[in-house]
């Protein structure tokens, strides 16, 4: 069983600050990484992919990848009200029946006003 | 629009009744995926088919059922035989062998 860990937090930044979220994941073969956003009662939303080590940056967000240490981060950059959410890492692994995915059970974020 | 529709949004059942919930997409996407969410955990995979007329079970498929007659379509029936049905289903999609998943809006079921 390959296995996702995150921090459950909760999580509390103020407005305006960087929110900085972790995973780990157990498999070193593993070749995607995937960070997802889910509010409340609906369902996760894609908000990064990472397939290389290093920083990929998008608008706000950066993920961040180091596969020798076999952890992805997302940083969160002037953190809003409407980041508050829970946000889900996801480990992608190919397998000879298929693609699978792999979810850590996610860290809760709050952005105070 | 693309996307991914499921359907209904809410479902009820009484207990010993089999359900089925709908999953349909237009993005023309080869893989899809059932996930199951309870409160507090993360999402568990029921089953995964890659192409039509083939799928394979994921960790938690027993008490499930699934079909994949089409590329567009990939219903899951929830048997009498699963023990703690009342879960947040979510089906996905991806069309890369490496690329993410796409959601759908879930299905709430509750079973009394």
């Known amino acids: 069983q390959k296995e996702v860990e995150q921090n459950s937090g909760p999580l509390s930044v103020p407005e305006g600050a960087i929110a900085s979220l972790n995973c780990t994941y157990s498999?070193?073969?593993?070749?995607?990484f995937f960070w997802y956003r889910q509010y409340s009662g609906k369902s996760p939303e894609l908000i990064m992919s990472?397939?290389?080590?290093g920083d990929k940056e998008d608008g706000r967000f950066t993920a961040q990848l180091n596969k020798a240490s076999q952890y992805v981060s997302l940083l969160i950059r002037d953190s809003q009200p409407s980041d508050s959410a829970t946000y889900l890492c996801?480990?992608?692994?190919?397998?000879?029946?298929?693609?699978?995915?792999?979810f850590g059970t996610g860290t809760s974020l709050t952005v105070i006003p | 629009d693309g996307g991914i529709t499921q359907s209904p949004k809410y479902l009820f059942r009484k207990e010993g009744q089999n359900v089925t919930l709908s999953c349909e997409q237009n993005?023309?996407?080869?893989?899809m995926y059932w996930y199951r969410q309870d409160p507090g955990q993360g999402l568990r995979l029921i089953y995964y088919?890659?192409?039509?007329?083939?799928?394979q079970k994921g960790d938690i498929a027993e008490g499930y059922s699934v079909s994949r007659e089409k590329k567009e379509s990939f219903p899951l029936t929830v048997t009498s035989a699963q023990k703690n049905p009342t879960a947040f289903y979510l089906c996905?999609?991806?069309?890369?062998?490496?690329?993410?998943?796409?959601f759908g809006n879930g299905t709430r079921l509750t079973v009394t």
């Open positions: 990472i397939y290389s080590n």
């Open positions: 498999d070193r073969g593993s070749q995607s």
């Open positions: 996905a999609s991806s069309i890369e062998r490496r690329g993410p998943l796409h």
């Open positions: 088919s890659q192409i039509v007329n083939d799928f």
């Open positions: 993005l023309n996407h080869d893989a």
């Open positions: 996801a480990v992608n692994d190919l397998t000879n029946t298929g693609n699978q995915f792999y």
